[in-house]
């Protein structure tokens, strides 16, 4: 079973980032890459040769590599492929959370330890944010928990029908919070730009400025990973789990596709919001899923 997961997630990941560029390539008029890009993309970098500033020691190297690892076990955290996700106990909630965590304070590691003041600054950003979405995220685990009556992921993030007829209002809230936090997280639009190239706006971008060949490779395969499994846990509150699993693992990745063409429309009619203002969105998400606690708690 952890096998299947584990394919699944691998080889489905780099996908939602290639139907993310062609819708916004389709809503600007233009043909764009094709769907696959993304593969051929890291397939270029991982036969690079790798080179390494004389500056920089192996936090520089432990920064992609942990990034993966982290996205890789927090996916086993989610159901994909059945019922229950392959890793699940009572409270693995807060390990997944911290999961993440874990994840980003190697990479802005890894970026101070180039010695760049631009690096240094984009990880002060991304840590600023990171802390302000944070409460978003645990405030609607929070809620599910009460709605589930469990503190186990793959259990909470099995919503019935019956919990959306009875919890409607907060699960819309938790939603729309978790999806500002799954932007934030992955350095989308509006908070950030994966595409832009000025160094004084860019965020995490500017973290990975110093790593190219294989080791650009696994942080572009770490992001990917980290945007699918942020989407998942999206469709997780939105679509009821069926009882086949071979359907139930066809409807979410159709979902999670279906997310990557939502976030593509929305980058591609709204640009980046000023840094003073997206301190102002990530608490409205935190009180936006504070009243879904709120809610359920009635």
């Not at 139907?19 to 991982?46: C, E, H, M, S, W």
């Not at 600054?121 to 589930?148: H, I, K, N, S």
């Not at 160094?199 to 696994?218: K, N, Q, S």
Request: net charge neutral; proline share 5%.
């Amino acid at each position: 079973m952890i096998v299947v997961h584990l394919v699944f997630v691998l080889a489905s990941a780099p996908l939602l980032l290639g139907v993310i560029n062609k819708t916004k390539a389709l809503v600007a008029g233009r043909v764009g890459p094709p769907l696959l890009q993304a593969y051929f993309d890291l397939a270029k970098l991982f036969r690079k040769e790798s080179v390494l500033s004389s500056t920089t020691t192996w936090v520089f190297l432990a920064g992609p590599a942990v990034s993966l690892v982290v996205a890789v076990v927090a996916s086993l955290f989610l159901p994909f492929t059945g019922p229950k996700a392959p890793l699940a106990f009572r409270g693995d909630m807060i390990l997944f959370v911290y999961l993440f965590a874990l994840g980003r304070f190697f990479t802005t590691a890894a970026a101070l330890d180039t010695g760049s003041s631009f690096e240094g600054m984009g990880a002060a950003r991304e840590l600023t944010f990171a802390c302000l979405a944070e409460p978003a995220l645990f405030f609607g685990l929070l809620a599910l928990a009460r709605v589930g009556d469990s503190l186990e992921l793959s259990t909470v993030l099995a919503v019935s029908g019956t919990a959306w007829r009875t919890a409607t209002a907060a699960l819309v809230l938790i939603v729309a919070s978790w999806f500002i936090v799954l932007l934030v997280e992955n350095s989308r639009v509006p908070f950030d730009d994966p595409n832009t190239h000025l160094e004084l706006t860019m965020i995490h971008e500017v973290m990975v400025l110093d790593h190219g060949g294989p080791a650009f490779g696994v942080v572009l395969y770490a992001s990917a990973v980290k945007l699918f499994v942020f989407a998942a846990l999206v469709v997780h509150v939105l679509l009821p789990q069926l009882a086949n699993p071979a359907a139930n693992a066809a409807a979410l990745f159709g979902a999670i596709l279906v997310i990557g063409i939502v976030i593509g429309v929305i980058e591609s009619g709204m640009a980046r919001l000023r840094l003073v203002r997206v301190p102002q969105l990530l608490i409205t998400a935190s009180i936006v899923a504070a009243f879904a606690v709120v809610l359920v708690l009635r």
